[in-house]
């Protein structure tokens, strides 16, 4: 048998305060060594060109936030992948869509 009820927290208090502080205070001591790892990655032309995108990123992201994870899609009439869309038969559509002839 559990410990614990279905649903309940296995540590409900959370991580104790005094933890985080003390874990947030070593890695911010460590945050200049990784802006110098950075700094060398992107700045090394033998660097391989995946590490020196992946460290470019994350300056990036660091900087300036994550990009929206999709594509962000407005029904603007005048927008040419909608116009593209709209001039396709429906044919055309269930094509792009994968969906056989027989669901639609």
């Known amino acids: 048998m559990s410990r614990f009820q279905p649903g309940q927290s296995g540590n409900p208090k959370g991580r104790p305060p005094a933890l985080k502080a003390e874990a947030r205070a070593m ?15 992107l700045t090394d032309d033998n660097a391989k060109p995946a590490e020196r995108l992946a460290a470019a990123q994350i300056v990036f992201e660091r900087a300036y936030g ?17 116009k593209a869309f709209d001039s396709m038969s429906e044919a055309e559509l269930r094509i792009i869509a994968g969906v056989p002839a027989t669901i639609l």
């Open 27 to 41: 890695f911010e001591a460590l945050t200049p060594h990784a802006f110098a790892v950075l700094e060398r990655i």
């Open 66 to 82: 994550k990009p929206p994870a999709g594509p962000v899609l407005t029904r603007d009439p005048e927008e040419d992948l909608f």
